[in-house]
């Protein structure tokens, strides 16, 4: 079956511990990407990947690294956690970024995330 | 920043009614696309327009791509409970980023 897995599902963690949150497609997607999503604020882009070691901020990256050594993952990592990250965070990856065509991003179920 | 702004925030309305959800940009954007979010699960694609103009429809779901696609609208006719859920849409920027709308929360009432 097609999909995007992220885990954990749920994270309850405390300030400064480092934590990562990992993403797998099992669709041989090129573009991928992760976002959080809060109320009233709709989901905000946090890094993007065009590729195998590609990868470039979104609108939101303070506080969080990404890496791309494999196609099928991309793990969100946030090295020293503070409150205002938390947040639903929720991986998606499409064929290609097609900005005149039809490539729909697949999402994760996401994963929620409470810091202390 | 590009924004993406939708409307209404919220929509409850009773089953059969119509309604049209508007996301607004003073951005141009490639392409736009919608989706509908249920409870605990991540955002599904509905559609892509990419001309400006274009109009597509899905069953009772017509989508709407303006003309200098800035802005977009999605009107369901007849509405039910089934269409219940979180409205998102999603702009293509010419830097390789999708900006999402803030989303409109609908709840249709049997």
């Known amino acids: 079956e097609a999909q995007v897995t992220q885990n954990p599902r749920y994270l309850i963690t405390v300030t400064g511990k480092k934590l990562t949150v990992t993403c797998s497609q099992n669709?041989?997607?090129?573009?991928m990407s992760w976002y959080r999503q809060d109320p009233g604020l709709g989901l905000r882009q946090i890094y993007y990947?065009?590729?195998?070691?590609?990868?470039d901020k979104g609108d939101v990256p303070e506080g969080y690294k990404v890496s791309r050594k494999e196609k099928r993952n991309f793990p969100l990592i946030l090295e020293s956690p503070s409150p205002n990250q938390t947040s639903l965070y929720f991986c998606?990856?499409?064929?290609?970024?097609?900005?005149?065509?039809?490539?729909?991003?697949?999402f994760g179920d996401g994963t929620r995330l409470s810091i202390l | 920043t590009q924004l993406l702004k939708q409307s209404p925030q919220f929509l409850s309305i009773q089953e059969g009614e119509n309604l049209t959800v508007y996301c607004n940009s003073s951005s141009v954007f490639s392409s736009l696309q919608w989706y509908r979010q249920e409870p605990g699960e991540g955002p599904v694609l509905l559609v892509t327009?990419?001309?400006?103009?274009e109009v597509k429809k899905l069953k009772r779901l017509t989508f709407q791509f303006g003309d200098a696609r800035k802005d977009s609208s999605l009107h369901i006719t007849a509405a039910q409970t089934g269409d219940t859920g979180l409205y998102l849409c999603a702009g293509a920027t010419g830097t390789y980023k999708y900006i999402f709308g803030t989303g409109t929360r609908l709840k249709v009432l049997a």
């Open positions: 990947s065009m590729n195998v070691e590609v990868t």
């Open positions: 669709m041989n997607h090129e573009y």
């Open positions: 998606a990856s499409s064929l290609a970024f097609r900005g005149d065509g039809n490539q729909p991003q697949h």
């Open positions: 327009v990419v001309t400006g103009g």
